[in-house]
């Protein structure tokens, strides 16, 4: 029960939830803009609907991050203990679903190859707990400094990070469209102009280790230590501004992309380095995810009680979200697919222009409470459970 855990912070419940609810979000779009083997939007109206429908989700795995920077960070006991924590937590159940999504999708021999050296393209999501490791190996070498640093330190390391969540865009206006380069996974990435001491022989430039992820863990700790209780009129003054500031740069960012490109005519089409161009301004190192994902940590953080419905239904979806996060596809394609079959495709659709939002919100929601039920049961089984869906 709740009560006899006064130190678990509820706000960060509905925020991991909403968060895991968000993911499901963005994976429910992918369908409208890649199509086969490439990129495809079928009619300027799925054009916007992507351009929105997959723009507010963007900050899901920000505030994954934001919310295990809060609790996490800086450690609470050794490092040793910290790893052994995670690895039960984390690691075991990501190798049981990466041999899961190994044997089911695709070719189980490669797949098996390719597990030695990275995830499973077909599972994509799984990129994530990749970069999640990466995150908790770093955390023992911070957490002395995180422990004594002060407010205008802290702020002055945030204020750089925020900066180079300017980059991406910076390159794209000093370097133009970036040529799509290609590498041994065949996955593309757009060229990168290089700045500040980046070049052909080195990528490490001055601000590449205060960029990414690590200025999502420094958020966490800002807001743990520095931000006390703030009032409605404060939060909706800052949170609104930021959220819809955010929303315009990754919406007009990824329409103006896809309208050029299209040059008015539709359905537009190309390789899927054109889809991984068109994402560009809503990478998760980018300003305007930034953001959004200070918008929604303020508005969540006036979440103070709990209730039956907190007790009963949203705390066990909250334990359970990292194993939904992993298992999610599995559903999520099937009802994806099912969905789109009985429902029909863009304009043509049985709802015309309202087809794509119907079918998102739906893919979505539906995917959201079937992984959600299954997860829920499957952490119950005794012994066995934890380790399955961590």
């Known amino acids: 029960m709740v009560a006899k855990d006064e ?13 895991c609810f968000l993911v499901m979000a963005t994976h429910s779009c992918e369908p409208f803009y890649l ?28 505030l994954f991050i934001f919310t295990s920077s809060y609790l996490q960070f800086p450690l609470h006991y050794s490092s040793g203990e910290f790893f052994k924590r995670r690895a039960k937590r984390i690691l075991v159940p990501f190798i049981f679903w990466s041999i899961v999504y190994a044997l089911v999708w695709g070719e189980p021999v490669q ?8 995830f499973n393209y077909a599972a994509g999501h799984l990129w994530f707990v990749y970069m999640l490791i990466g995150v908790y190996l770093i955390m023992p070498l911070l957490s002395p400094w995180a422990e004594k640093v002060g407010k205008r330190e802290l702020q002055i390391y945030l204020a750089i990070w925020l900066f180079t969540t300017l980059i991406p865009l910076i390159r794209q206006w000093v370097g133009g469209p970036a040529p799509v380069i290609y590498g041994p996974s065949g996955i593309p990435n757009a060229a990168k102009y290089p700045l500040w ?15 990414g992820f690590i200025g999502y863990l420094l958020l966490g700790l800002y807001f743990r230590k520095f931000v006390g209780k703030l009032s409605w009129a404060t939060t909706l003054g800052v949170a609104i501004p930021a959220f819809f500031i955010g929303f315009l740069i990754c919406h007009k960012g990824f329409l103006n992309q896809v309208l050029a490109d299209s040059g008015g005519v539709f359905p537009v089409e190309g390789p899927v380095g054109l889809a991984a161009l068109w994402e560009g301004p809503w990478l998760n190192d980018t ?8 918008g929604w940590i303020l508005v969540f953080r006036k979440i103070e009680s709990g209730g039956r419905f907190y007790e009963k239904i949203l705390l066990p979806v909250s ?31 049985v709802l015309g222009i309202w087809t794509t939002p119907v079918e998102i919100l739906a893919i979505a929601i539906l995917s959201f409470i079937g992984v959600a039920l299954f997860s829920i049961l499957v952490q119950k089984i005794p012994k066995i459970g934890n380790w399955l869906m961590g």
Request: overall charge neutral; some cysteine.
């Open 197 to 211: 001491g980046e070049a052909s022989w080195n990528t490490y430039g001055t601000f590449y280790y205060l960029s």
């Open 287 to 294: 300003f305007g995810v930034a953001m959004m994902t200070l």
């Open 35 to 62: 199509g086969g083997e490439g990129s495809l939007i079928l009619t300027k109206a799925d054009a916007v609907w992507v351009s929105v429908l997959n723009v507010i989700p963007r900050a899901a795995i920000a």
């Open 319 to 349: 334990k359970a979200s990292y194993g939904m996060y992993l298992c999610h596809l599995l559903l999520l394609v099937y009802v994806s697919g099912t969905i789109r079959s009985w429902l029909g495709l863009g304009e043509a659709g």
């Open 7 to 19: 130190k678990r912070e509820i706000w960060l419940d509905w925020l991991r939830v909403m968060a």
């Open 111 to 118: 797949n098996f190859k390719d597990l030695l050296l990275n």
